[in-house]
């Protein structure tokens, strides 16, 4: 039987020949994606019960992982969201459009396995937090920064007892070790879903305080948003918006509203 294993959105053309004949070199790029994704085999998409959580069938065959192991997850709620993006593939089944799969895969093949990895990787981030690094000018950033961050930062030294250090400029400034280890303390004991998310938010915002503020729920999904790219709009403010620039911000938030939905179900 057929594995329905996870598509490696990496994967080589086969046939390039087809596609370089396309004049319009943007169209013939946007060919060769669609031609290289497996197109849509299944009819149905179904979420059934399975042990202590559910799973995902298409016709009736559960989806596996890369890892070839069974997509499986801890409650209907985010079984139903899963299911929701493998039902919304039209023509071609393409990864970049299934987030909230991505990272259950992910949760799956490396996180349940490797947790504390996991978390320490995530606790690294605390130690040259965005929010640690301000402006030295012009003042009205560093107000904006100040306003904006400096609550985080007070909360995490009320709400955990870790107070970080501030610095202005790019030269790194060392945490206090006993502070890392306090906020690898908080974090050990999340269940390997949580923690998954938490560090994608980690990694995309570039800052533990911020991911750790939208898990507890904190702060909302756009306020997070906001201040961590609070930089990026005073420049826009003053410089003005850049396409490209545009469409990777689109994409990275895309994913982060993956991230905390995911949490969150």
């Known amino acids: 039987m057929r594995d329905l294993l996870w598509f490696d959105p990496n994967a080589e053309a086969d046939a390039p020949d087809r596609v370089l004949s396309h004049p319009d ?13 497996p197109r849509r085999f299944w009819r149905e998409v179904t979420v059934e019960p399975a042990g202590e959580g559910f799973r995902i069938l298409l016709d009736g065959r559960p989806v596996k992982t890369p890892g070839k192991r069974e997509l499986w997850l801890p409650t209907a709620a985010l079984a139903e969201a899963v299911a929701e993006e493998w039902r919304a593939q039209e023509t071609h089944l393409d990864p ?52 904006g961050w400096d609550p985080l930062l007070d909360w995490i030294e009320e709400a955990h007892g870790v107070r970080l250090l501030v610095a202005e400029g790019v030269m790194h400034v060392a945490q206090d070790g006993d502070a890392l280890q306090a906020l690898r303390t ?62 990777r911000l689109a994409h990275r938030r895309r994913e982060f509203d993956a991230a905390t939905r995911f949490a969150g179900l």
């Open 96 to 147: 970049a459009t299934m987030p909230v799969t991505r990272i259950a895969n992910s949760v799956l093949d490396a996180v349940t396995d490797r947790r504390g990895e996991v978390a320490d990787d995530a606790v690294k981030y605390a130690g040259s937090d965005l929010l640690c690094y301000r402006a030295e000018g012009p003042e009205r950033l560093v107000a904006r920064q100040c306003e």
């Open 25 to 37: 070199p943007v169209k013939r790029a946007r060919a060769a994606m669609k031609r290289d994704l």
């Open 186 to 247: 908080r974090i050990e004991g999340l269940d390997p879903w949580v923690l998954a998310s938490l560090h994608v938010l980690t990694t995309l915002t570039g800052s533990f305080v911020l991911a750790l503020a939208a898990i507890e729920r904190r702060l909302t999904p756009d306020a997070a948003w906001d201040l961590a790219h609070l930089d990026e709009t005073w420049n826009a403010e003053l410089w003005g918006s850049d396409a490209e620039a545009e469409a």
